[in-house]
């Protein structure tokens, strides 16, 4: 009778270890945006590296977006997510669209990569500039509001800034629900001005429809002194860049000035050091890997994974960039 007794014992110290371990071994939960969105595939790629190269249990946890995963970040209640560099200084100040909400014990722990984006407007219009933009405003209907993706009227004014306009310059606003149904409502004949990613499917989508027109076309901003300073004094995480003309990116028929923010990662100022610093240090050195998982990965610049702005970084992340030779607010 021993032998079944010692093995049903063993058995028992066998589960309970097991379970103990499961019980001890912490999950770092990585907030996301929902199935297909930007920032449900960078997690899913940055979770995996975690995961392999990092010894870190990650999960994505998907959500309804930044407004609702940004208070629990900030809470403590999950460890990281992800939003835009401009949107992370509105949520940490409480101004924007996160006005009379700040969340101040946000912390980034670095830059993803660069999101490029700007004005669209139809290839023919006559409009290839801000300035043409600016002396058509009061005919031109301005996709508005984007209740479901609120950050992006600042980037729509961020840009008219940079012409010396805003929104109430335009007469004829439209309101659209979300940054997709802004994209299309161009294609549709609803907008002429609207805000368009570079690349994006939608974006490609309102083109193809648009084809007898000549597509869609980016209005080029105004890169002077003067210009930029205008646009960062609305969005100073931002920058304005210059592309070539690019047949394989819609709107790109001529060279264009256009706006770029920093998709970041953030992280409560108290999440463990150890932590942020293995997952800093495996998002800066597994760059290849993360590209394969996620296409946006590969216009990353490891060298501008610190970039300045008003959020204070983790200490933990700096410690790695410090160690790694990478410049810190540049």
């Known amino acids: 009778m021993r032998k079944p007794i010692i093995v049903s014992i063993l058995l028992t110290l066998a589960v309970f270890c097991i379970f103990a371990t499961w019980a001890t071994a912490q999950v770092v939960g990585i907030a996301t945006g929902q199935q297909g969105s930007l920032g449900y595939n960078t997690g899913q790629a940055v979770a995996k590296v975690a995961n392999l190269k ?53 912390r980034i722990v670095g830059t993803m990569f660069p999101l490029r984006t700007g004005l669209m407007v139809i290839a023919d219009s006559g409009i290839k500039n801000i300035k043409d933009l600016y002396a058509k405003r009061n005919e031109l209907r301005i996709a508005s509001e984007y209740k479901a993706s609120n950050i992006i009227p600042y980037y729509i004014a961020g840009a008219l800034a940079n012409g010396g306009m805003s929104y109430d310059d335009f007469p004829n606003k439209v309101p659209v629900s979300s940054f997709v149904k802004g994209m299309l409502a161009l294609g549709d004949n609803k907008v002429d001005v609207t805000l368009i990613s570079l ?25 002077s002194t003067e ?31 256009i706006v770029e923010i920093p998709w970041v990662m953030v992280t409560h100022k108290d999440t463990s050091d150890d932590i942020v610093y293995k997952l800093t240090k495996a998002i800066a050195e597994n760059q290849s890997e993360l590209g394969k998982s996620f296409g946006a990965f590969k216009n990353a610049k490891l060298k501008m994974m610190a970039p300045k702005n008003a959020v204070p970084y983790h200490p933990a992340a700096l410690k790695y960039y410090q160690e790694a030779g990478i410049k810190i607010g540049g």
């Not at 990092?54 to 900030?74: D, V």
């Not at 939608?202 to 193809?208: H, L, P, Y």
């Open 54 to 106: 990092a010894g870190i249990t990650a999960r994505a946890q998907p959500m309804a977006g930044t407004a609702a995963y940004i208070p629990l970040i900030n809470n403590g209640e999950v460890e990281f997510g992800f939003c835009n560099a401009v949107e992370a200084e509105y949520a940490h100040s409480g101004t924007g669209n996160f006005e009379g909400k700040a969340n101040p014990n946000l």
């Open 199 to 223: 690349g994006s499917g939608a974006g490609r989508k309102v083109n193809a429809k648009l084809k007898s027109r000549g597509g869609i076309k980016y209005v080029s901003l105004d890169n």
């Open 227 to 257: 210009g930029i300073a205008k646009f960062k004094s609305f969005l100073p995480a931002g920058n304005i860049i210059t592309l070539k003309a690019n047949p394989s990116f819609p709107g790109l028929q001529e060279d264009a000035n």
